[in-house]
């Protein structure tokens, strides 16, 4: 783990690009080789990446986090269900690089996250967390995300059968609960 000073360095986040593929690639593979945040055991290849990445960028809804001269981090939001009765309704994703964690860099992504789905006018945002993660689940709670539930042995992961955490979080400030404001 990095020294606590290097909390103060500077992190960057932008739009991501065509260019940060690779580096996106490889954290999301990390994340699928090492642990249980993506429910697949089968890593992307550079072709899948890129086309992964591409969707995300027509959409605008793809950052990157830059610290000490590398992509660091990455989030995106995507619909949460195709339907048109969901459109409002996005899912959000962070990823920090492996030995960047503790620094502010999910938190750095995650507001970026929330404001861009804000100003494209989503109105919720939820977040689907393998509940052991507890890490996440305190980053979502910090954001004011609430629990909406937990969906038992939901999936499956290096032989095991995970559960699903549901956290949501209203973009919407001004709308009642239930509202189509």
Request: proline letters at 3%.
């Amino acid at each position: 783990m990095l020294p606590i000073y290097e909390r103060d360095r500077a992190v960057t986040v932008r739009p991501a690009c065509a260019g940060d593929a690779e580096a996106v690639r490889a954290i999301r593979n990390h994340a699928i080789e090492h642990s249980t945040a993506l429910w697949t055991e089968i890593p992307q290849s550079p072709a899948e990446g890129a086309a992964w990445l591409a969707r995300h960028l027509e959409r605008g809804s793809a950052f990157v986090a830059e610290a000490g001269g590398e992509v660091a981090g990455f989030a995106v939001f995507a619909p949460w269900r195709d339907l048109e009765g969901y459109r409002h309704t996005v899912e959000d994703s962070v990823y920090v690089r492996e030995g960047r964690h503790g620094l502010g860099i999910g938190s750095t992504l995650l507001t970026m996250l929330i404001t861009a789905a804000r100003a494209a006018g989503h109105h919720l945002m939820i977040a689907g967390i393998e509940a052991g993660n507890g890490a996440s689940i305190r980053l979502h709670e910090r954001f004011g995300f609430e629990h909406a539930g937990t969906v038992r042995e939901a999936g499956i992961k290096f032989g095991r059968r995970l559960d699903l955490t549901l956290m949501r979080l209203a973009l919407d400030e001004a709308a009642a609960p239930g509202s189509l404001g």
